[in-house]
């Protein structure tokens, strides 16, 4: 009865591999179902916390929001005053501006008319010489705004 042939010998053999291949997978099986249990209960946890945190950060974001609306409201009232209020000193630029010229040139023309008429005696020339010495520093002094209002815009 011992004697077995080869035959005999490897199913044997074939049938303890195959219990040992069968209790193997069963503990990897099993190993796995711990590990997918664990990670059943990781994400399950991990919604509980998480969930009220995205909620609150949602709540956050749309207050920042509207904050945010509000400051761009304030922006667009400082860009409009801003405007106005260039708006108002150009306006009062060019109102100061037409006496200022014409004051001096009126300056001017008393002192280079004066001084030609007790230079050269001719009143008439004295006259035309104030008028161009006039009209020169009246010319010279808009080149001179114009220059400033050019700089400014830069």
Not at 129 to 138: L, Q, S
Not at 139 to 149: I, K, R, S, V, W
Request: cysteine-free; aromatic content about 2%; overall charge positive.
């Amino acid at each position: 009865m011992l004697a077995t042939t080869t035959g005999d010998a490897l199913d044997v053999v074939l049938a303890i591999f195959l219990v040992v291949v069968g209790l193997a997978l069963a503990y990897a099986f099993w190993r796995l179902g711990t590990l997918l249990a664990q990670l059943r209960r990781t994400v399950r946890n991990t919604e509980r916390e998480m969930l009220p945190v995205l909620n609150k950060t949602g709540g956050t974001i749309d207050r920042v929001n509207l904050q945010l609306d509000k400051v761009d409201q304030m922006t667009d009232s400082a860009v409009n005053a801003v405007s106005a209020i260039d708006k108002a000193i150009r306006a009062i630029t060019a109102v100061v501006t037409a006496p200022v010229q014409a004051l001096a040139g009126i300056a001017t023309a008393i002192r280079h008319g004066i001084s030609s008429l007790l230079t050269h005696r001719d009143p008439e020339l004295a006259v035309q010489t104030a008028k161009d010495a006039a009209a020169r520093r009246m010319a010279d002094l808009q080149e001179e705004l114009d220059d400033a209002g050019q700089r400014r815009r830069r």
